[in-house]
């Protein structure tokens, strides 16, 4: 008579792969350093992906942001054509020198166009100018405005369904902005400087802790969006890594957990 095998539950198979994982390179994770450790533990492997499917994840929270009550205003049509793609390409360059002029609302509004405006459907779902994993889409974009005619200096939020701005804080946080950011002029002398921020669990739903690094490439993607749009519209643009998270998060109101601020791009008349 045959003995019975009883199966192995899921919890001792986590962790089974867990202790196999953990014997491989142990030793090495004390010796690295926490940038190593990330890229590490957010590898694909099979074992990772077992243990990824093993492992409860977030619930999905809402995949659209916005702030009731907060003053609207909204945004004319993004209909401008300009400069072929080869052409932007070309003469992209990242400018930390912008002049005292206003930017005009239209700009602003065809700029946020190409970060994350809604660009038409792809099976049943939403989908927009830069591309995103699952089309989750976990980035959010704030603008903090330094100088846009027509438009109040203050912190506001892009509202994509409705391409609306919506007024967080009103004033004139050009001097926040640039202590926030190490002492980097341009963040303040631009007409306005972009915020990118993540909302982690969008993406971690689905994808877990790797959706980590896919939020880190969907900011690269927009941010470039933003590069070549400024180029087509004859204006000049930087990306920004180098600032205080803590600061920056706070300037704009989000924990730094749940959501917190990935990169800058400040945008200005040249």
Known sequence: MKEKISPISPSLLLAIV???????WGEEVSKSSIGERFHSSTSLTWSGVLEDLLR??????PLYKNYPGAKKISLPKP????????????KRRSVREYSSRPLELSQVSQILFAAQGLTGGLHGKPVRAAPSAGALYPVEVYVIVNNV????KGIYHY???EHALELIKPGDFRSAIISAGLKQEMLGDSGVTFVLSAIF???RHKYGERGFRYVYMECGHVSQ???LQAVSLGLGSV??????DHKINELIGVDGKREAVIYLHSVGRI
């Open 18 to 24: 867990i202790l196999i994982g953990t014997t491989a």
């Open 56 to 61: 409860a994840k977030p619930k999905l929270p």
């Open 79 to 90: 209909d401008y054509r300009g400069m072929v793609l080869e052409e932007a390409i070309e």
């Open 149 to 152: 005619d027509g438009l109040q």
């Open 159 to 161: 509202s994509v369904l």
């Open 201 to 203: 669990d969008r993406i």
């Open 225 to 227: 969006n933003i590069s």
């Open 239 to 244: 990306s920004v890594g180098a600032f205080l």
